[in-house]
């Protein structure tokens, strides 16, 4: 898996980016505060009423652009509580991602099994089934990562992702398709995007599906990238097009020169 190292890392600051999101909202809400309180005193104060103008229509103010960017209250504190709860998690979670030995799975997961209701139980679930993985312990993983999901939030797309990877690993195509499908427009910020791409596109071909790979693939070179390129000349070749095909991989070679060949005889 060529992003083993990426997942890693964005795995272990997992359990900080809760706390930052949290904060900063919090940092926000200082002042909705302080200006309800002003309001508060303001009232209590007499004003003088004012004259009538002649014309009663009051144009309504322009909404502010922000303000439907701001996570709910219910949000945050759900954000808030996953951080504390799983402050001691981190430490757990970074020792079974690098050494992976029985007492650091057990560790992990009995944390997980003490927290089943709770977002801090998801991520210690989602810890192990990266580890899984890792391992290639492709149907512990899932069942890991099937623990993770309904408590997975915010991170479900790091759930759906490695789960796809899992089933991958195993060699089962229609669960890969149907992890993935529609994964660019369902989770369009999800940093797996780019990755999602090669990994759906081979997953068609294998399930004899070229025309609809290429299609998927051929939309979703830019920028280039390697692994891409790959998916896309192994569809052309399952496809039947090896002259296409030769264009974007390296592996067809042998393929190449027998179409080659082939044009270069005579007719009999």
């Known amino acids: 898996m060529p992003i083993k190292l990426r997942i890693l890392a964005i795995l272990l600051l997992a359990f900080t980016t809760t706390a930052s999101a949290a904060r900063q909202d919090a940092v926000q809400s200082k002042p909705r505060a302080h200006k309800t309180q002003v309001r508060k005193k303001a009232a209590g104060q007499k004003t003088p009423p004012r004259k009538k103008t002649s014309n009663p229509r009051r144009v309504p103010a322009p909404a502010r652009g922000g303000a439907g960017r701001r996570a709910a209250p219910a949000t945050v504190r759900r954000m808030t509580s996953a951080f504390v709860a799983s402050a001691d998690l981190k430490v757990m979670a970074r020792q079974l991602a690098e050494n992976r030995t029985p007492a650091a799975y057990a560790g992990v ?61 195993q060699g089962n195509n229609a669960k890969v398709v149907e992890l993935l499908r529609g994964f660019d427009e369902q989770v369009p910020e999800s940093i797996f995007l780019k990755d999602v791409v090669d990994v759906y596109g081979s ?66």
Do not use: N
Not at 156 to 166: K, P
């Open 109 to 169: 997961e009995d944390y997980a099994r003490r927290h089943p209701a709770a977002d801090a139980g998801a991520l210690a679930w989602l810890a192990v089934g990266y580890a899984r993985l890792l391992d290639q312990q492709y149907s512990m993983a899932i069942d890991a990562l099937e623990r993770a999901k309904p408590h997975a939030g915010e991170l479900s797309d790091y759930v759906r992702y490695l789960e796809a990877i899992s089933y991958a690993g």
């Open 203 to 268: 997953a068609l071909t294998a399930q004899g599906k070229t025309q609809e790979a290429i299609a998927y693939l051929e939309t979703h070179r830019q920028p280039v990238r390697a692994s891409v390129e790959l998916a896309l000349g192994k569809s052309y070749l399952h496809a039947g097009h090896p002259e296409k095909g030769c264009r974007f991989s390296s592996i067809c070679t042998l393929p190449c020169r027998r179409a080659r060949r082939r044009r270069r005889r005579p007719p009999s």
